[in-house]
């Protein structure tokens, strides 16, 4: 009888071992998909607020408001006038938080950053730390008929 080469059971099972220990800690350091996906949903709200803003401003712009320091235009389904800075939503929950759809429900402002002139938004759950995760609306009037600056914070 021939004899015949080949792995032996527990060869394989050891091999198998390995690679599942390798897996379980290699593969998070490479595949950071919470932080990508959190990230990309940064990325969502901040457009849906530099859309809210240039809708608002059209609005405020066909009714005359653009051009003053402060105001405010009432938008068909939004319920309650929109406050205004220099013709774009004011960073308050009268201003852009009325004009993001969900803003208020799934998103909560960032302790401390509701100011005059700036708000921020992150997560309502999940994230502790208060220096990054979140999209910070800003309409500081440095000249008149600026937009307003919305920026990131990255989650990683």
């Not at 379980?24 to 457009?47: E, H, I, M, W």
């Not at 005059?116 to 009037?141: L, M, W």
Request: one cysteine or more; proline letters at 3%.
């Amino acid at each position: 009888m021939k004899k015949q080469g080949g792995f032996t059971l527990i060869e394989l099972v050891v091999v198998i071992v390995i690679l599942g220990i390798l897996a379980v800690t290699a593969a998070p350091r490479f595949l950071n998909l919470q932080g990508d996906a959190r990230d990309a949903s940064l990325q969502g709200l901040k457009g849906a607020m530099q859309g809210a803003a240039g809708i608002v401003y059209g609005h405020a712009a066909i009714s005359g408001n653009e051009a003053s320091a402060s105001g405010s235009v009432t938008i068909d389904g939004v319920s309650g006038a929109v406050s205004l800075v220099w013709g774009y939503p004011a960073a308050s929950e009268t201003g852009i938080a009325r004009v993001v759809t969900g803003l208020e429900s799934d998103w909560q402002v960032v302790s401390g950053s509701d100011t005059t002139n700036s708000i921020a938004y992150t997560f309502k759950t999940g994230v502790n730390d208060a220096t990054k995760c979140f999209v910070k609306y800003d309409v500081t009037p440095a000249v008149s008929f600026s937009e307003p600056t919305i920026t990131i914070a990255s989650c990683k």
